[in-house]
């Protein structure tokens, strides 16, 4: 009888120890990713609206360029100059770093329109999680780069 309530709580605590392996194992496995990246994202370079369309408005027609982005071309290209070298990040052996140009195009886009993150994904080409992570960095840097300039502080009472 003894021996048999051994078994029994030895087979039962093995059963334990299994199901809790089973668990750990379970929650280690991660899913199997379908694609790195989605292909229609792949194909930017072909179909985006930085690569295509704005260098189309830019050199055929400014007015829609400065409607699209709400900047002149060459204020566009100015404000890339100051501040691409902030907000330039480094490319990877797993990825190519989107490019400041099109991350600034997308802020001004969406600080136009307020389209949301995941409409300005399909036109531009770039994953929303992506434009969800720069924005926030593009606009501090805008503001940090030009504030100076364009929004002067009053110092005096008849500045104010």
């Given at each position: ?124 080409r770039v994953a929303y999680n992506s434009i969800c992570l720069f924005l926030p960095e593009v606009c501090r840097v805008i503001v ?17």
């Amino acid at each position: 009888m003894h021996h048999r309530r051994l078994r029994l709580v030895n087979a039962l605590l093995q059963a334990d120890i299994l199901n809790q392996q089973n668990a750990i194992n379970v929650r280690r496995r991660r899913r199997q990713r379908r694609w790195w990246v989605r292909p229609w994202i792949l194909r930017r370079p072909a179909y985006g609206h930085f690569e295509h369309l704005m260098v189309e408005l830019r050199i055929e027609d400014p007015a829609s360029f400065q409607n699209f982005v709400r900047f002149e071309p060459d204020m566009f290209q100015e404000l890339v100059d100051r501040v691409s070298p902030i907000i330039a990040k480094q490319d990877t052996n797993f990825r190519k770093a989107l490019e400041p140009g099109l991350k600034i195009a997308i802020t001004l886009r969406y600080l136009a329109t307020g389209e949301t993150s995941k409409s300005l994904g399909y036109g531009f080409r770039v994953a929303y999680n992506s434009i969800c992570l720069f924005l926030p960095e593009v606009c501090r840097v805008i503001v940090q780069v030009l504030a100076d300039e364009v929004m002067k502080t009053p110092t005096t009472p008849d500045e104010w």
